[in-house]
């Protein structure tokens, strides 16, 4: 069974400082990773998503994040924050059907000017 | 443009009540599904529809049910029966491949409170 863990609930970075969302998964055979970001009140956004092509995987907005098997991680950063990333931040593993999708818990990123 | 909406923003009603929440997409996309928000939680699986006038129960589909008449259109009603109804609700679609790289794209929500 697939299962995904977020880390940390909440993360409070200064702007201009790198941001690290942890995320680490679990799974029965090589699956798809996803973070999504959701702002106050609003849908989830793909930020980027990881389907075995390359490990490190770029995103939208300067997010990027390292699919890392011997760590089953899949950790999204930034290296400068900015105001705007305060958000709230998913990470999730797709089944092998692609239907059902298990989403983290989420971590609230802050953003201190 | 190309999207999903979800209507209304906000909804209220009494305790009670059976409502509606409607899902609409131009995306020609063939899966639709439902997910429910609540604070400091993950999204959890309502319903999923693969193909029109088709659809499967996801991890919580108690108190809910759900049709998929037109390939556009996937309406979300939460009957009484549901206990806790004051939620978030997320719509999203994708195109339906059966893979497990198919990506997901989300409208921007309904508010549900029942008062």
């Known amino acids: 069974a697939q299962s995904v863990t977020q880390l940390d609930s909440h993360v409070s970075v200064s702007e201009g400082t790198p941001v690290l969302l942890r995320c680490n998964y679990s799974?029965?055979?090589?699956?798809?990773l996803f973070w999504y970001v959701q702002h106050p009140n609003k849908g989830l956004q793909l930020l980027l998503k990881?389907?075995?092509?390359?490990?490190l995987v770029k995103g939208i907005n300067g997010f990027e994040a390292e699919f890392k098997k011997s760590e089953t991680s899949f950790h999204l950063t930034k290296p400068s924050a900015h105001m705007s990333d305060a958000a709230e931040y998913f990470c999730?593993?797709?089944?092998?059907?692609?239907?059902?999708?298990?989403f983290g818990a989420g971590t609230r990123l802050f953003v201190k000017a | 443009d190309g999207g999903i909406t979800q209507s209304p923003k906000y909804l209220f009603r009494k305790e009670g009540q059976n409502v509606t929440l409607s899902c609409e997409q131009n995306l020609n996309h063939d899966a639709m599904y439902w997910y429910r928000q609540d604070p400091g939680q993950g999204l959890r699986l309502i319903y999923y529809s693969q193909i029109v006038n088709d659809f499967q129960k996801g991890d919580i589909a108690e108190g809910y049910s759900v049709s998929r008449e037109k390939k556009e259109s996937f309406p979300l009603t939460v009957t009484s029966a549901q206990k806790n109804p004051t939620a978030f609700y997320l719509c999203a679609s994708s195109k339906g491949t059966a893979s497990r790289t198919d990506t997901q794209y989300f409208g921007p929500g309904t508010r549900l409170t029942v008062l």
């Open positions: 999730v593993v797709s089944d092998a059907g692609g239907f059902k999708t298990i």
């Open positions: 990881y389907t075995s092509a390359a490990t």
């Open positions: 799974s029965s055979y090589s699956p798809s």
